[in-house]
């Protein structure tokens, strides 16, 4: 019998950063291949590859305070072990920051979701992590068609959100929105698909526009403590999420997610920086248009049209960063199998 590759699990093996966590490799019954490649880096590998195998990238904790898409994959991971989930996509599933999880923080020194651009330069501790995994990411999909190449950010929201998941898909000249990618997340239930309307630097932008990967960002419920979320209330992406993996989301109803377009990205430039509304709101709460929002020193920050949402508001970024996107509902289409609107 094989040695066991995990003391406890994935997930914790990954956190006892007391403990060394040694590289191994096994083969299971079904043929599914298995290496730990180092903590918090796991490639699994189905037993017949084709043309036609897609390649996941699964990433959790870039964030080390949004614990329960780290919890859905450690329990995906247990029951490939167990032979409960055979696969049929090449895998690398990573948990990305044990350090600031372990902190029970959402960063150390620096958010590292801005940090996933070559051209970024940052000596902190989260862009020394950021720079490997771009390189893991890269060795993972060296070889691997551009078609069948797939990213998962999965996080959680700092906030409550009127929409309690949904995804960012990030904006590149690459066809990276296309209509199976789409179909996934109708049938993972994701309430709304916001799409970014300008380059940034997070993790699904870099694997969209360096590998033209179908990338999201996938907004699952809100932060909570390690071993205190709720699971059951991400269990329609749990379902299609395997599904995806295992190759038979085919039998799955797919409920299609609302689509948002960025109106305005609010960026703090001033010391002086405030928003008019509680620091509770939650995301996709509207507002009129010409309602003021807050102000950047002596910039009055509005809503530019009816209706308008706000996501992601944190008033507290650093000088120069993003302080709140500003999105609308659009209509979309497909046109050469990739979303779009006007």
Not at 37 to 45: A, D, I, Q, S
Not at 158 to 175: D, E, L, Q, W
Not at 180 to 207: Q, V
Not at 240 to 253: P, Q, W
Request: glycine share 6%; charged share 25%.
């Amino acid at each position: 019998m094989e040695k066991p590759l995990f003391r406890q699990s994935f997930l914790s093996d990954t956190l006892d950063t007391g403990a060394e966590m040694a590289i191994g490799q096994l083969q299971l019954p079904s043929g599914i291949k298995i290496r730990l490649l180092k903590r918090g880096l796991l490639e699994v590998v189905p037993a017949n590859i084709s043309d036609q195998t897609k390649s996941i990238v699964v990433s959790a904790g870039v964030h080390g305070n949004e614990t329960a898409p780290m919890e859905l994959v450690d329990n995906v991971v247990s029951d490939i072990l167990e032979g409960k989930c055979n696969i049929e996509a090449r895998c690398l599933f990573m948990l990305a920051h044990p350090e600031a999880t372990n902190k029970q923080i959402r960063f150390i020194e620096d958010n590292m979701n801005r940090l996933f651009d070559k051209r970024v330069e940052s000596d902190s501790l989260e862009g020394k992590i950021a720079k490997v995994l771009m390189q893991d990411v890269a060795d993972f999909f060296d070889g691997v068609s551009q078609e069948q190449r797939w990213h998962l950010d999965l996080h959680c929201a700092i906030r409550r959100s009127k929409h309690f998941t949904f995804a960012v898909s990030p904006k590149t000249t690459k066809p990276t929105r296309s209509k199976e990618l789409i179909d996934f997340g109708a049938k993972a239930k994701l309430e709304a698909i916001l799409l970014s309307n300008a380059p940034t630097s997070t993790f699904s932008w870099y694997t969209a526009d360096a590998f033209g990967a179908q990338s999201l960002t996938v907004e699952l419920g809100q932060v909570s403590p390690l071993g205190e979320s709720d699971l059951s209330l991400i269990s329609d992406f749990d379902i299609a999420f395997r599904g995806l993996l295992t190759n038979s989301l085919e039998g799955i109803e797919g409920v299609e997610p609302t689509p948002y377009r960025v109106t305005q990205t609010l960026k703090r430039t001033h010391e002086d920086f405030d928003f008019n509304f509680s620091d509770d709101i939650e995301n996709f709460t509207r507002f009129e248009h010409g309602q003021v929002l807050g102000h950047d020193g002596d910039k009055i920050l509005f809503a530019k049209v009816e209706q308008e949402a706000v996501v992601f508001p944190n008033k507290q970024v650093a000088i120069g960063h993003r302080a709140a996107l500003m999105v609308s509902e659009v209509e979309t289409r497909y046109e050469n199998d990739q979303l779009v609107y006007d």
